[in-house]
Each structure stands twice: as structure tokens, then as C-alpha cells.
């Protein structure tokens, strides 16, 4: 986890109008401890500011999606199709996670959506302080729908809740049908997955039926949906997806 791999230690915000700073993270790491103190002192930090977007999302009606991945499995391929087709209808923002560049960034902003990019430097993930951060400058309004693309990586992302509404898995066919057996974590903490790429299934080796055994066995709740963000085959279940997701979000503010 995060104590193996040094991320954490600083990101770069980029604002919407181009301008940029990083923010450095020395309080956990500044004092003496054992590797499992400082990752549970992590996680629980990141977990209390967590709470506190979620409350705001809450507040707003906003429905927040984490979508996460391996790199290439399509996450922005995804947004783009999903802003152009959706824009007219919803209001949409993206919180862009990448640990340089803002290639992806500036594709959102080309499909047509408001984005802020969030570079994480070395680290393999978003933390909800980098969302709160990129949240006071995208200001995203009320019953609107906020993508989180985090950053392309199976591991880390699984451990780390940014305040969202429900955590989205992407799996491409190219990916092969052993992912969620071997990235258990990822998969059993989300509660959709998307099968992308499924245009490309008859030039690969991939069992549809193998690799929802496998999600099953590892998370028997989570549903799937199978598309192709490219041609747009089954993207219209993914909005129906999000709609049901849009009213439950509005729905829950009141309870």
C-alpha cells in the first residue's frame, strides 16, 4: 500500500483556468512509527475528510462516481461518450486524477464538461482531501452528476474513500477474465462493473461468463453492464444506471 510506495507525499493541482501549485503531505510523516500506525493513521485522516464530502455531496444532491481501473482500461473514452450523450440532460463535472500532464483533462474539456485535473506526482491514487481541494474550484452545482476518474491502478484506489455515492470498476476485455480474482479488493469494494471494450471480443480471448464468475465470487452484490464506449453498444443501460443513481442520491438527502 501507500507506505510501500511513497505516494502521498505531494500533488499538483491544476485549476480551471490553468494555473497550478502543489500541496505537500508531511504530517504523517514526520514522527516515528511502525508501518501498519502510519497506514492506519492514513486511512483514518482520509476517511474523516471522506465523510465530510460525502456530507456535502449530500447537501447539494450531487451524485458522486469514483470511476476507477487499470491505465487503458477506457475510463475517459467512457466520460466523453457519456458527457456528449448526457450534457443536454444533466449537469456534469469531473474531478481528472493523473499522476502528470493534463492530457485527459483537456479531452473532458473538449467533450463539453467543466473539469478540474488533480496530479498526483508519485502517488498511485486520489485522497479525499485532493477531492475537497479540486471541489472548491469546480464548484460543482446542486443535483448535478460529478465523475471522479481516479488515477489507473487496480490497488490502492480500492483503499481509499473520497466521499463518493458508489465506486465504478472498469475492465476492459483486453484485460483478461482473472482481474477480480487477482485484485480482490478493488472489485469487492465496488458496486458496479463495466465490461468495456466489447466490440474488440471477437479479436481477443475473453469468457464473458468466466469473468463474472470471478466478480461473483468475489463480490456476489455488485452488478455489471457490458459496453462499448467506442461503437456505444449497451451505454444507454450506463445511463439508466446513472439516473437511478441520480434520484436515489436526491431521494437520500432527505433521509
Known sequence: MCGHCGCGEKHEHVHADGTRHSHA?????DHPATLVELQTRILAKNDALAARNRTWFAGREILAVNLVSSPGAGKTTLLERTIRDLQDQHAIGVLEGDQATTLD??????????????NTGTGCHLEADMVARGLSDLR????????????????????????????VVILSVTEGEDKPLKYPHMFRAASLMLINKIDLLPHVDFDLARVMANAREVNP???????SARTGEGMEQWYDWLRRELTAAAEAAFT
Open 221 to 227: 452484490e455488485m452488478s455489471a453492464l457490458r459496453l
Open 140 to 167: 460543482p452545482p446542486s443535483r448535478s452528476v460529478l465523475f471522479i476518474e481516479n488515477v489507473g491502478n487496480l490497488v490502492c484506489p480500492a483503499m481509499f474513500d473520497l466521499g463518493e455515492r458508489a465506486k
Open 105 to 118: 483533462g483537456d479531452r473532458i474539456r473538449a467533450a463539453g464538461a467543466p473539469v478540474v485535473q488533480v
Open 25 to 29: 503531505h508531511h504530517d504523517d510523516h
